[in-house]
């Protein structure tokens, strides 16, 4: 409950009662305990001061237990006990009497917005595939080091080439395109493997089959949307989350996105009486489980400067140690209700849980959280100095609103009567972005392909026009030299025999002759003889000669007409002589 100065009335205990400071609520805080112990019914007792004090806030509805801050609250035996601690009257006599001072027309709700990721109970809630960036995307989808690496270089690309990356189709036409395009890239933007580019859009794939193809598109979230304040009261942003939290990996990227985005959006503005605006992380432990190192870091730091831009983060979770142990030590303003100690691992727990306190001289810490009833809690808020202040053992406040969910018609009503601001979330619209670039690229790369082939395929049948009609004319040349060849070859082979036949029966003769009689009478006889039938034969010879010389010249320069022309010649000479 809102007290007029900037101070939230969140519990009672023995000592009185316990404000939270408004100028220390944006250090942050933790809400921790066992199912069933109050941390919802607190988380909105804290929200609800904050929007009495015209702070807006943003909280995940895990269980639709939270839409209930939208209505007034009404009186139950469970708070009637409790009136008389929270609200004691002046005097003694009236006190002892279980009076209280308060009002029941106090109970009222807050003014309330609706959101689902899903576009079913709430106004969608989007962001754009660049607006979420590689980082929490690969975290998204689960990839390993290298794939995150190649859908980083995908970014890279489509940013270097104005391509914009809008929803989960854009990304996927994308990674097609740079697969393909691979070799082009890979000097300029690094290795880009297709096992990696296969492995991303499998992902792709599972996410959508999750739905979480609604969550990627246009309009995208705008932040500012935040910050409304409707009759000086801060409007309560409820995200209906219990589809979402089936999905543990989209829910705590989206918050963390919402997160990252609120910070980088916000200008400093140091400390403030109150804060901008507060915002409610409930089942905590599902944004740090499997979150590498790197990306807790990161965390770590968006929650330790968001502070000075006036937002204050609470997480809400089981154990304390759900939180990292860095994150945890930045979260000053703590409400621990009780934790049950079955097994050893739960006694370490709870010892641990208590050791983030400070100590209270009248009670032992750690049997103090395991005694804890229903709507009680161990609390330590951040004094106006920043210190925490010392442990209490406290009953936490009732809600002025609802305690439980709302019908499904009152969410009816209160989506109807959303500014115009939020109904626009409804008309998703899909401009131009990587996915319409693209597909035109391809098709004109399909179609220049395409004239590309037919251009290749008319070459190769002029080619094998030319080579047809080169063989055909080859065959036809081949013909007419084979019919010339054979005749001359016949030719030359019948000349050449017939000279070479008649040589060598003339060769013998001359032989004879030559090589015949030494003596001067046979020399004579057979010089007569020799005469004789050389006279007989010159004239032969004669003929003979002319013939090798014809067939010489038409058997051209073989060997055998060499060799012919050769003995015809030396029988000439010989005799000539
Ligand atoms: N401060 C309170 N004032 C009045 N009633 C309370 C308060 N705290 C808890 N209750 C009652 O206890 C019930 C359970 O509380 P709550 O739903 O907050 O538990 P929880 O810790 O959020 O449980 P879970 O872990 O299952 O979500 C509430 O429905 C409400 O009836
Ligand atoms: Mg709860």
Same mark, same amino acid.
């Given at each position: 409950?809102?007290?007029?100065?900037?101070? *939230?009335?969140?519990?009672?205990?023995?000592?009185?009662?316990?404000?939270?400071?408004?100028?220390?609520?944006?250090?942050?805080?933790?809400?921790?305990?066992?199912?069933?112990?109050?941390?919802?019914?607190?988380?909105? /007792?804290?929200?609800?001061?904050?929007?009495?004090?015209?702070?807006?806030? %943003?909280?995940?509805?895990?269980?639709?237990?939270?839409?209930?801050?939208?209505?007034?609250?009404?009186?139950?035996? %469970?708070?009637?006990?409790? &009136?008389?601690? %929270?609200?004691?009257?002046?005097?003694?006599?009236?006190?002892?009497?279980?009076?209280?001072?308060?009002?029941?027309?106090?109970?009222?709700?807050?003014?309330?917005?609706?959101?689902?990721?899903?576009?079913?109970?709430?106004?969608?809630?989007?962001?754009?595939?660049?607006?979420?960036?590689?980082?929490? *995307?690969?975290?998204?989808?689960?990839?390993?080091?290298?794939?995150?690496?190649?859908?980083?270089?995908?970014?890279?690309?489509?940013?270097?080439?104005?391509?914009?990356?809008?929803?989960?189709?854009? =990304?996927? *036409?994308?990674?097609?395109?740079?697969?393909?395009?691979?070799?082009?890239?890979?000097?300029?933007?690094?290795?880009?493997?297709?096992?990696?580019?296969?492995?991303?859009?499998?992902?792709?794939?599972?996410?959508?089959?999750?739905?979480?193809?609604?969550?990627?598109?246009?309009?995208?979230?705008?932040?500012?949307? =935040?910050?409304?304040?409707?009759?000086?009261?801060?409007? @309560?942003? /409820?995200?209906?989350?219990?589809?979402?939290?089936?999905?543990?990996?989209?829910?705590?990227?989206? *918050?963390?996105?919402?997160?990252?985005?609120?910070?980088?959006?916000?200008?400093?503005?140091?400390? @403030?009486?109150?804060?901008?605006?507060?915002?409610?992380?409930?089942?905590?432990?599902?944004?740090?489980?499997?979150?590498?190192?790197?990306?807790?870091?990161?965390?770590?730091?968006?929650?330790? &400067?968001?502070?000075?831009?006036?937002?204050?983060?609470?997480?809400?979770?089981?154990?304390?140690?759900?939180?990292?142990?860095?994150?945890?030590?930045?979260?000053?303003?703590?409400?621990?209700?009780?934790?049950?100690?079955?097994?050893?691992?739960?006694?370490?727990?709870?010892?641990?849980?208590?050791?983030?306190?400070?100590?209270?001289?009248?009670?032992? $810490?750690?049997?103090?959280?395991?005694?804890?009833?229903?709507?009680?809690?161990?609390?330590?808020?951040?004094?106006?100095?920043?210190?925490?202040?010392?442990?209490?053992?406290? !009953?936490?406040?009732?809600?002025?609103?609802?305690?439980?969910?709302?019908?499904?018609?009152?969410?009816?009503?209160?989506?109807?009567?959303?500014?115009?601001?939020?109904?626009?979330?409804?008309?998703?619209?899909?401009?131009?972005?990587?996915?319409?670039?693209?597909?035109?690229?391809?098709?004109? &790369?399909?179609?220049?392909?395409?004239?590309?082939?037919?251009?290749?395929?008319?070459?190769?049948?002029?080619?094998?026009?030319? !080579?047809?009609?080169?063989?055909?004319?080859?065959?036809?040349?081949?013909?007419?030299?084979?019919?010339?060849?054979?005749?001359?070859?016949?030719?030359?082979?019948?000349?050449?025999?017939?000279?070479?036949?008649?040589?060598?029966?003339?060769?013998?003769?001359?032989?004879?002759?030559?090589?015949?009689?030494?003596?001067?009478?046979?020399? !004579?006889?057979?010089?007569?003889?020799?005469?004789?039938?050389?006279?007989?034969?010159?004239?032969?010879? !004669?003929?003979?000669?002319?013939?090798?010389?014809?067939?010489?010249?038409?058997?051209?320069?073989?060997?055998?007409?060499?060799?012919?022309?050769?003995? $015809?010649?030396?029988?000439?000479?010989?005799?000539?002589?």
């Amino acid at each position: 409950m809102y007290t007029d100065d900037n101070q *939230l009335y969140i519990a009672h205990c023995d000592n009185g009662p316990i404000n939270m400071v408004g100028k220390m609520a944006n250090r942050h805080g933790l809400i921790a305990g066992a199912t069933g112990t109050g941390k919802t019914v607190t988380l909105q /007792v804290l929200a609800e001061s904050f929007s009495q004090a015209g702070v807006p806030c %943003f909280m995940a509805d895990m269980k639709g237990d939270l839409s209930g801050i939208s209505q007034a609250g009404q009186m139950s035996s %469970f708070i009637e006990k409790r &009136l008389p601690e %929270f609200f004691p009257v002046e005097n003694a006599e009236e006190a002892n009497s279980q009076r209280s001072t308060f009002n029941p027309q106090r109970f009222s709700g807050c003014p309330t917005r609706f959101f689902d990721v899903f576009g079913e109970q709430g106004y969608p809630m989007r962001a754009t595939i660049s607006m979420m960036g590689p980082q929490l *995307l690969a975290r998204l989808m689960q990839l390993n080091e290298t794939q995150a690496g190649v859908l980083n270089a995908v970014f890279r690309i489509a940013d270097d080439n104005n391509l914009l990356l809008i929803d989960l189709k854009d =990304l996927r *036409l994308m990674l097609d395109f740079v697969g393909k395009n691979a070799a082009k890239f890979t000097t300029e933007y690094g290795n880009i493997a297709p096992a990696s580019i296969g492995a991303i859009q499998r992902a792709i794939l599972q996410l959508e089959s999750e739905g979480g193809e609604k969550f990627f598109g246009e309009p995208a979230f705008n932040i500012e949307d =935040l910050f409304a304040v409707e009759n000086g009261k801060g409007v @309560m942003n /409820v995200l209906a989350a219990d589809r979402l939290m089936l999905n543990p990996k989209l829910y705590s990227t989206f *918050l963390l996105w919402l997160m990252t985005e609120i910070y980088s959006r916000l200008p400093e503005v140091g400390d @403030m009486d109150l804060p901008k605006l507060v915002f409610f992380f409930d089942e905590a432990h599902m944004l740090f489980e499997g979150t590498s190192k790197a990306l807790i870091d990161k965390i770590e730091q968006v929650i330790r &400067l968001i502070r000075s831009k006036g937002v204050g983060i609470y997480f809400i979770t089981q154990v304390p140690s759900d939180v990292p142990a860095n994150i945890l030590a930045q979260l000053g303003n703590r409400v621990q209700h009780a934790l049950r100690a079955f097994t050893p691992q739960d006694q370490k727990a709870v010892r641990a849980a208590a050791q983030t306190f400070r100590a209270n001289p009248d009670f032992k $810490t750690e049997e103090a959280i395991m005694d804890l009833g229903t709507g009680e809690a161990l609390v330590s808020f951040l004094d106006a100095k920043g210190s925490p202040s010392i442990v209490e053992r406290a !009953k936490i406040l009732f809600p002025l609103s609802q305690i439980g969910a709302i019908t499904a018609g009152q969410r009816l009503d209160i989506n109807a009567a959303a500014p115009d601001n939020i109904k626009e979330y409804e008309n998703f619209v899909d401009r131009e972005s990587a996915y319409e670039v693209l597909t035109e690229v391809n098709q004109q &790369l399909e179609e220049t392909k395409q004239q590309e082939l037919e251009a290749a395929e008319a070459q190769k049948a002029a080619k094998e026009k030319e !080579k047809e009609e080169a063989k055909a004319a080859k065959e036809k040349a081949k013909k007419e030299k084979t019919s010339k060849s054979i005749k001359r070859g016949i030719l030359g082979t019948m000349i050449g025999a017939a000279a070479s036949s008649f040589a060598r029966s003339i060769g013998t003769q001359i032989g004879k002759s030559v090589l015949g009689g030494t003596t001067k009478a046979s020399t !004579k006889k057979t010089s007569s003889s020799t005469k004789k039938s050389t006279t007989k034969k010159s004239s032969a010879t !004669k003929s003979a000669s002319s013939t090798v010389k014809k067939a010489a010249k038409k058997a051209g320069q073989t060997a055998v007409n060499t060799a012919t022309r050769k003995v $015809t010649q030396e029988i000439l000479k010989s005799i000539l002589k």
